[in-house]
């Protein structure tokens, strides 16, 4: 089992946070600060995931503003599908021929809240396949609960796409091997760190191929309860890219890797993924 590290040692200059909402209104005033925080964690690059109209502005434009550091995608999360309309799809299109935008998505099914009609996720999510395919982005996946539908769309629109990543595994590993035998890149977030459901994840975890592993803190969500106490306690409830190390190092003791080692994998992965280089 690798050795723990202090917060202060885990560096590693090429980790990458493939997902982090910071256009989310709780980064409003500490923007500057949270990638000082992450450059200070060892992260060289954060792709911040769009997800609505808003969101989607802001992401490009935080990300047109320092590409150095930042990406953007350009989506509609399932729970805001029934919103669809040809004005977001208009959007999402426009966005996605900015060099700044990496990825469209995030876009997919999410039966677990059933936030928006089951025919209008399915609807919206087509749409935004439509996209990705007519721009040649690869897309960023959603799915909690939808496994069933979600494959079957997914497999229908695969052979035209040009990269897909499953955004926030957290299932296990029957549905990993269906996502495998579809190509797909695999996103491992928080969800490894927590003991109380995590479990299937962390059991499908060693069976990822490193050649399709990337990591994200999905921030503002999913705090790592892997966190030592006094840290945890500063962050209140909010997870931000600073704390990416503790996912590494979680799915490093999981597949018996390095953490150094495996930050360095991941984010030659996410750079190939996302045409960082």
């Known amino acids: 089992m690798p050795a723990r590290l202090t917060f202060h040692t885990r560096i590693n200059p090429f980790m990458i946070d493939i997902g982090a909402n910071l256009a989310h209104e709780s980064f409003a005033q500490d923007f500057e600060a949270v990638l000082a925080r992450a450059t200070a964690a060892g992260l060289s690059h954060i792709v911040l995931t769009g997800s609505d109209a808003e969101s989607n502005s802001r992401a490009l434009q935080l990300a047109r503003a320092q590409p150095a550091m930042l990406s953007a995608t350009a989506g509609l999360h399932p729970h805001h599908a029934a919103h669809w309309s040809e004005a977001l799809a208009a959007q999402i299109r426009g966005n996605a021929q900015a060099a700044e935008c990496r990825a469209v998505g995030e876009c997919g099914l999410d039966y677990f809240r059933d936030l928006s009609p089951r ?12 996209i990705a395919v007519a721009t040649g982005l690869p897309v960023f996946l959603h799915q909690r609960a939808a496994h069933a539908d979600f494959v ?49 994840a962390a059991e499908a975890a060693p069976m990822i191929p490193v050649e399709r592993l990337m990591i994200e803190t999905d921030a503002p969500y999913l705090l790592p309860r892997n966190l030592p106490r006094a840290v945890a306690k500063s962050a209140g409830r909010r997870n931000e890219p600073a704390y990416l190390p503790w ?22 992965t996410a750079r190939a993924f996302f045409g960082l280089d």
Do not use: K, M, N
């Open 152 to 200: 079957a769309i997914l497999r229908e629109y695969r052979p035209q796409l040009s990269a897909a990543c499953v955004h926030c595994f957290t299932e296990g590993p029957a549905e990993l091997e269906d996502y495998l035998a579809l190509d797909c890149h695999i996103g491992v977030t928080g969800w490894v760190c927590d003991e109380r459901r995590g479990a299937a």
């Open 119 to 130: 025919p209008d996720q399915q609807a919206a999510f087509r749409a935004q396949l439509d």
């Open 247 to 268: 996912v590494r190092d979680r799915l490093a003791e999981l597949r018996g890797d390095d953490p150094e080692a495996l930050g360095q994998a991941t984010a030659a």
